[in-house]
């Protein structure tokens, strides 16, 4: 704009020295002033070219700024990128380490509620081994009892009564002695009586109503016995489906228990399978920065080629703007020998200014060579750098993908864990109920071998009772 302002400036002076011209003077001269007006218009016109052409330039050189600038904004961004890649791939480690920390220790519980529970099952194991023995036993000293029983009643009566009608007193005495504390009295009456009497009949008169009433003592006891073996012969059954209960709870309890114990190690498999694949997607993470960060390599290298391309850039500016000053200079210098040399040496300074702006074009032409050359590599580095712009967004996306799935994952595992020990407390909750169950079956067992010691201490009189019996006539 300066430079079209000077080559105004010089027309119109040319013009006025033009109108100056009388119609006396040389018409040779007005010709060649008109020539060097003409001359002067078309150097005008192409300074006028010349200098849209560098403001074109100028403009060419603002968006080589403008791209440097954004090189230098993706560069920051990039540095932000991987400043928050390694933030996540810091906090994905910590949340890896806290989650394989937490299943390593719910593993452990796990085995070790399982460990306890086995020794649990083991010690009912064996508690139900000694109730089974306990109760054959039982059934053992009940069918011996049994035995005896039918023994005592199988006995010859009819040997008793003969030894009585001989005579035998020592005989009668021991039975009478066997009797029970309630009729020691009556038999020893019995005995006096046959002492004192010397009459056969009336001895065996009397013994004979003694061994009435004896019989009818035995056959209450041996009706109260029937009812205490009937009694028992109930307690027996009950007391074996007690144990067939006890063994069907103890199956049932150990099924669950093995089921448990299947459901455990699968969710240990699990829990390890999740870890192995935590680490599978850990070491494809490694993969995938050590990628990016080969990939910001050339990145790096592109951004100095771009810092290079602005310097260059750079110094076509400050060439442009010194062939600016030459040319603003050239016009000084042609307005000022056109002011002194006068119409006659126009012509040599129109040659010279010809000269001078052919120079200037040739600098112009070779400018905007290289100034193409510069938008070619500038354009390529764009295009190069937008395409590591996608490749990171998409390589961000794919990230976050990744993080966002790894977050499922942990919550699902969280709830894993916090589901088994909610099983294994149900499991410990059901422990002290069987606990329960077998003290129970405990205290019963124990009831009922108090009630067999009875039984065994009460033989005797049983025996007196039936030796009673045999007393028949």
């Not at 020295?17 to 078309?42: F, G, H, I, M, V």
């Not at 003592?217 to 009706?223: K, N, R």
């Amino acid at each position: 704009m300066f430079s079209s302002r000077k080559a105004e400036l010089s027309r119109s002076r040319w013009e006025a020295a033009c109108r100056e011209l009388l119609p006396s003077d040389d018409p040779k001269l007005a010709e060649l002033l008109e020539s060097d007006l003409e001359d002067s218009r078309t150097c005008e016109a192409l300074l006028d070219t010349e200098n849209s052409e560098l403001l074109a330039q100028l403009k060419e050189d603002g968006n080589c700024v403008e791209l440097n600038e954004n090189t230098a904004d993706h560069e920051h961004t990039s540095g932000d990128l991987i400043s928050e890649l390694r933030k996540l791939k810091r906090t994905y480690e910590t949340i890896c380490w806290n989650k394989d920390k937490e299943a390593t220790e719910a593993v452990q519980k796990l085995q070790q509620k399982i460990e306890e529970l086995q020794v649990a099952a083991c010690k009912k194991d064996d508690e139900i081994g000694i109730l089974q023995a306990e109760a054959s036993a039982c059934i053992n000293k009940l069918v011996v009892l049994k035995g005896k029983l039918d023994e005592m009643r199988s006995l010859d009566k009819d040997i008793d009564i003969q030894k009585l009608k001989v005579g035998q007193h020592e005989t009668l005495e021991r039975k009478i002695a066997s009797l029970p504390n309630i009729q020691s009295k009556e038999a020893g009456n019995v005995v006096g009586i046959i002492q004192k009497n010397a009459d056969h009949g009336a001895i065996t008169g009397e013994l004979r109503a003694e061994l009435r009433k004896l019989k009818q003592a035995y056959e209450t006891l041996s009706s109260n016995k029937d009812k205490e073996i009937s009694k028992l012969l109930e307690m027996k059954d009950f007391l074996l489906n007690q144990l067939m209960r006890m063994d069907k709870d103890n199956a049932e309890l150990l099924q669950k228990k093995e089921v448990e114990a299947a459901q455990a190690n699968e969710a240990a498999q699990k829990l390890q399978q999740n870890v192995e694949e935590l680490e599978v997607s850990v070491r494809y993470k490694d993969d995938e920065i050590g990628r990016l960060r080969a990939e910001a390599g050339p990145l790096k290298i592109k951004e100095v080629e771009a810092a290079q391309a602005n310097e260059a850039a750079q110094k076509l500016q400050q060439n442009v703007e010194e062939l600016q000053g030459i040319v603003r200079y050239k016009d000084d210098e042609i307005g000022r020998l056109r002011a002194e040399a006068g119409p006659l040496k126009i012509k040599e300074v129109e040659a010279e200014a010809k000269k001078a702006v052919q120079t200037l074009q040739q600098n112009v032409e070779e400018l905007q060579v290289a100034v193409r050359n510069k938008d070619d590599e500038i354009g390529k580095l764009r295009a190069e750098v937008g395409h590591l712009k996608i490749k990171q967004v998409e390589a961000a996306q794919k990230l976050q993908q990744n993080v966002d799935v790894l977050q499922i994952e942990v919550r699902n595992k969280n709830d894993e864990n916090c589901r088994l020990p909610a099983e294994a407390a149900n499991a410990e909750k059901k422990v002290p109920a069987l606990e329960g169950k077998l003290l129970e079956m405990h205290s019963l067992v124990k009831e009922k071998n108090d009630e067999i010691q009875k039984l065994k201490n009460w033989q005797p009189e049983s025996l007196k009772c039936k030796c009673v019996s045999s007393i028949a006539v």
